[in-house]
């Protein structure tokens, strides 16, 4: 179980969050991108081995949506909300 | 005692309290403080167990946790299977058999096995049994090989629980290492956890004789039990075994025996800063021939015997060792009276101060036993020198083996932690970690007592950020080893790993057939599998791949070590959490009217309860439900519409916000108005369905189908937090804040004019979709003209403290019209004959707007919303769509749910499925929905619905709703 620091409420269990994903470039203009870049940005989704940034939201504590980088392949938290580890 | 194995003095045993116990429906006495294990051996109990493959007689091994062969399932209140004997804590009236035997243990019937044994080597099941399938082989073969049966009823006397642990420090073992460790960080005023899985503290010191600082070494365990006890930074746990480890140093401890007679076993989820595992060493087997038959035990074992428990495990005996440690256990032997015929030591050259310790007993150099012989029990060992020749048998009934020793790493790999091989020591030693973890005392290489003792001192130091204490004076045997991966001359079955029953040759063939990764290795072997999980046979599993293939040991590597490290109850990781404890039910607050009418209730999503229907004398589900939905339809029914998913948005940006989220306009919506909309995720799937209503120019109520209430707030949430941080929006969850009556049906005006309200209900006053906020029934309300039924409909909401009252008087002043509650089942036929959708039914992953019809819901004005794009991809495609349809089965008969549609009904790829088949009360006939493929083209046709077995139903396709297309009713 790991231990997530949510900016408000400090480092808490992973079960008091809810997996939000990998955070994806953000949204193009639906009506300004082709088609391929649209089902692109749709479908493909960061997985790289090592640090990646994924979304939580902290739905059994305060509500926020945060951010960290994670390593996937040590489950470190290599950056959390503030920047900070 | 029977067999007089008992000595006469001795042990941590209490002779003064004996205890009654049962082995295979035999009756036995021990005393407190035995162990099942040393229980049996005193009362001369020999064979105690079949091997898991082979089913060959075995006997009693070890003396703890690495026990490999004997394995026991409790019975009575104690009822849990394949516990190792030596784990289990005699007590009065413990009832216990060996698992692996059938029909009993001394006619074992699978033993033939053993005569057939050269045909079932590793792999001979996966080879074998694979036609035409394994599952045909499985039972069988499952009750062969079968381990315990697990019990057939929670335990009776007691619970189990789970509960959380924060410390600065958590110290897996309380042997001296981790005493000193304990100690050390105790006293720079840190919070330490200790947990020891023994039923005793003191690790290696109970079983050895050995002296600290000039005394008894159990003496200085008890002295520093005393010191940490007394500091109230300092948690002790007994019988408490750390078995697994998790990320960010979270740690499962469970206590076998928590200080509350009503628990029967405590898991701890343990964050701890630190981590330190003093979890020792455990001690390897030597491979020969025959080496597992019943009198050959592990040193280490013997010696716990003799000094812990006052039992003789042999009256006769022969030592086997490639180190210096076993040189102790021969000495504690000979104190205790056993007879010590020799030891044969693989080494060439003995250390001198090993011999200065063993006075008068025969030492046999460069020497291996080749073979143990005898069958239920050993008789005598055949030595010889290690390259071959002539052996020499000794008559013995005790062979005490000692391979060297294995750090026990589990933990310390479980945490990710790297290993190396350790050449002076012949075995993995933790090398780099990986979390905030340390490993001292035998479990990182020092196994002598005052190299324990100092290790654990300067780890803790370290962490505390304090100097080591001073080490008390310990002295012990130095150790040296040689390694010995295998007796090459060995005669008989070698084993490696007595609990899979994999031997040296299994090794080889495995080799052979290509399997050379030692995890695969592992496998294909299943060698330091299940919960043995490698703790006596690993590693000389991994010498005899790295001497067959001409490797270093650290080129061949472990395995992963798993948890648990030692077997867990299920109950002991669930605690309390179980059923609707873990998962409760969610009632709104008619619950107990709903009961008191005799509603047939169930879960309606998302664990709400929901009546279902309402039976009356006499009545099945079908009578109920037609005569509830008459009622709506031609009189007046209500409903309770609570569980309905409800949300309040406020905010200046809530419009935009919303036309964001849904696919059509509802910033256009004037206050006290209200429209249905689809909710799109960004790859087009309709997420839900749902009423947005505009109360005031910054507050709007958004409510939710009841199955995705949840899953809305976090998309919301994450739509907000996420995309539009910036924009004036606030969502409160508000569906537990109203409770509804909802009453609908042509009298449902007169229902609400007989309540009394402060409302004007006139059509023109207040129109479909439209709310209002007043007075009903003398309850301040919210009334919201919306319909799910088809019907004139006010949904009627309140504070949850006056639904109750406002039930009553709905009931009551309904009850001149004929008004009926109305379940699920009812609000199902009710909307299919209306051709409402259904999330779940009607809408799965492929359907969209225009499939269902809907296609006026696809905003055409707004340049971006939610899915907008991905659906406008997905229709330029030229694949076929199924679209909704409704069906009318000719002849005329139920349909079952999700029955496929076939072009004629003849065996083809299917074009559609029926998504619901109700008996309409107004049409007095069975009527349907499907998904249909160019089914809005083909109102009028006939399609096939093709059952299983082959059967053609006709259905006659026509448009979706099958009542009042035009929508009168509802807007009346």
């Known amino acids: 179980m790991m231990q997530i620091p949510c900016p408000f409420c400090g480092p808490r269990n992973e079960s008091e969050f809810s997996f ?31 640090p990646v940034q994924e979304q939580w939201w902290h739905v059994r504590g305060c509500g926020t949506w945060l951010t960290i980088w994670r390593d996937t392949r040590t489950h470190d938290i290599v950056e959390a909300p503030d920047g900070g580890r | ?90 007590t009065e009236g413990l009832a216990a058999k060996a698992v692996n035997c059938w029909p009993s243990l001394a006619f074992d019937i699978g033993a033939v096995n053993q005569l057939a044994s050269r045909f079932i080597p590793a792999g001979f099941y996966y080879k074998t049994f694979k036609w035409p399938n394994w599952h045909l082989y499985e039972r069988p073969i499952r009750k062969a090989a079968g381990l315990a049966a697990a019990p057939s009823e929670p335990p009776s006397k007691g619970h189990y629980e789970t509960r959380y642990g924060h410390c600065d420090v958590l110290i897996a073992g309380a042997g001296p290492a981790g005493l000193m460790a304990a100690l050390t960080v105790a006293r720079a005023g840190l919070r330490v956890m200790i947990a020891d899985e023994g039923c005793e503290a003191g690790g290696s010191l109970l079983s ?172 005598s060992v055949a030595v010889a020198a290690k390259t071959g020749g002539s052996a020499r048998i000794l ?127 592992k496998r294909y072997t299943t060698g330091g599998m299940g919960f043995d999980q490698g703790k006596t046979g690993n590693i000389n599993i991994i010498g005899t791949v790295a001497l067959a293939q001409g490797l270093a040991m650290d080129q061949v590597g472990t395995t992963t070590f798993r948890a648990p490290y030692t077997p867990v109850s299920f109950g002991a990781i669930g605690g309390l959490r179980e059923e609707t404890v873990a998962l409760p039910y969610r009632h709104t607050p008619i619950t107990e009217w709903n009961l008191a009418q005799g509603a ?72 006290g108005n209200g429209r249905y909309g689809l909710m799109l995720s960004d790859d087009g799937l309709i997420m839900d369905d749902g009423v947005c209503f505009r109360l005031d120019d910054h507050r709007w109520i958004v409510s939710t189908s009841t199955g995705h209430a949840d899953a809305i707030n976090g998309h919301m949430e994450e739509m907000l937090q996420t995309r539009f941080p910036e924009w004036n929006v606030f969502i409160t969850t508000v569906t537990s804040q109203w409770n509804n009556a909802t009453i609908c049906g042509p009298k449902a005006r007169e229902v609400m004019a007989a309540l009394g309200t402060d409302i004007d209900l006139s059509p023109e006053a207040f129109p479909f979709m439209t709310v209002r906020d007043g007075t009903v029934a003398g309850l301040p309300a919210r009334v919201v003209r919306v319909s799910f039924t088809g019907e004139l409909s006010f949904e009627v909401n309140v504070a949850p403290r006056h639904m109750r009252a406002l039930w009553a008087k709905v009931m009551e002043a309904g009850a001149p019209f004929g008004i009926l509650p109305v379940g699920s089942e009812a609000s199902h036929v009710l909307r299919v004959e209306k051709g409402f959708l259904s999330l779940g039914h009607e809408v799965d992953g492929t359907v969209d707007a225009y499939d269902l019809g809907m296609g006026w819901a696809m905003s055409k004005k707004k340049s971006d919303y939610l899915g907008k794009r991905a659906v406008q991809i997905r229709r330029e495609g030229a694949a ?48 349907g929905l499907a998904l249909l493929e160019g089914g809005h083209a083909r109102h009028g046709e006939t399609a096939h619905v093709r059952l299983k077995g082959g059967e053609v139903i006709p259905v006659r396709v026509t448009a979706p709703c099958h009542y009042d297309p035009d929508g009168d009713k509802l807007r009346s």
């Open chain 1, 20 to 50: 939000g994903g990998p955070v994806k470039p953000p949204r193009p203009d639906p009506s300004a991108v082709s088609d391929e870049d649209w089902t692109a940005w749709l479908t493909q989704v960061p997985n790289p081995l090592g």
């Open chain 2, 395 to 521: 008559s013995c009934d005790l062979l005490a083996m000692s391979g060297g020793w294995n750090p026990t790493v589990h933990l310390w790999s479980q945490s990710r932690s790297t290993l190396r091989y350790d050449d002076p020591l012949a075995t993995f030693l933790p090398d780099t970690p990986a979390q905030p973890i340390s490993a001292a005392g035998a479990a990182n290489g020092a196994l002598t007592l005052q190299d324990a003792l100092r290790s654990g001192a300067e780890a803790a130091a370290q962490i505390a950020g304090t100097t080591p204490p001073d080490i008390p004076d310990a002295p012990d045997l130095p150790y040296a080893m040689e390694p010995l991966w295998r007796v090459e001359t060995a005669k008989g079955k070698a084993f490696l790993d007595l609990q899979n029953d994999v031997t040296v040759d299994d090794i080889h063939l495995a080799l052979r057939e290509g399997y050379s990764n030692v995890e695969h290795v």
């Open chain 2, 880 to 927: 076929p769509r199924r679209e909704l349809v409704g069906v009318i089965p000719e002849p005329d008969r139920q349909i079952p749910e999700g029955a496929p549609l076939t072009p004629g009904g003849r065996r083809e790829k299917t074009e559609g499925f029926v998504t619901a088949c109700v008996w309409s009360v107004v049409h007095e006939r069975w009527v």
């Open chain 2, 600 to 671: 047939f209730m169930y879960e309606a999503g998302a664990r709400w309860r929901r009546p279902g229907y309402f039976p009356r004398a006499g009545e099945g589900l079908q009578e109920a439900t037609n005569r509830e939905c008459r009622a709506v339809r031609f009189g007046v029914g209500v409903y309770d519409g609570s569980p309905l998913g409800t949300f309040e948005l406020k905010g200046r940006d809530v419009g935009r916000f919303l036309d964001y989220l849904y696919s059509n306009v509802m910033s256009s919506l004037k206050p």
């Open chain 2, 1 to 90: 005692m029977a067999a007089g194995n008992r000595l006469a003095a001795g042990g941590r045993i209490d002779r003064s309290k004996p205890l009654h116990f049962t082995f295979n429906g035999k009756a036995y006495t021990g005393f407190q403080g035995d162990t099942l294990a040393s229980a049996l051996l005193a009362n001369g109990v020999r064979l105690t167990a079949r091997s898991f493959k082979y089913h060959r007689p075995r006997g009693i091994v070890g003396a703890g946790v690495e026990e490999p062969a004997t394995l026991v399932e409790l019975m009575g209140d104690d009822a849990s299977g394949n516990r190792p004997a030596t784990t289990v804590p005699l």
């Open chain 2, 208 to 379: 050895r004789r050995l002296t600290i600082g000039g005394t008894d070494a159990m003496e200085w365990v008890d002295a520093t039990f005393a010191e940490l006890n007394a500091m109230p930074n300092v948690t002790h746990l007994q019988n408490a075994t750390v078995w697994g480890y998790r990320e960010h140093n979270y740690l499962m401890v469970t206590e076998r025996a928590p200080a509350n007679p009503s628990l029967l076993e405590r898991t701890w989820r343990v964050r701890a800063g630190h981590v330190i595992t003093a979890t020792g060493a455990i001690e390897r087997g030597l491979v020969f021939g025959n080496n597992d038959r019943p009198g050959v035990m592990l040193a280490s074992a013997v010696q716990a015997y003799v000094n812990r428990y006052g039992v003789a495990p042999g009256k006769r005996a022969v030592i086997f060792t490639n180190n210096n440690s076993a040189y102790a256990v021969a000495a504690d032997l000979a104190a205790a009276g056993v007879e010590v015929r020799a030891i044969a030591d693989s080494r060439d050259a003995v250390p001198d101060e090993a011999r200065a310790i063993v006075p008068g007993i025969e030492i046999m150099a460069g020497k291996c036993v080749t073979e143990a012989q005898g069958t239920r029990q050993i008789r």
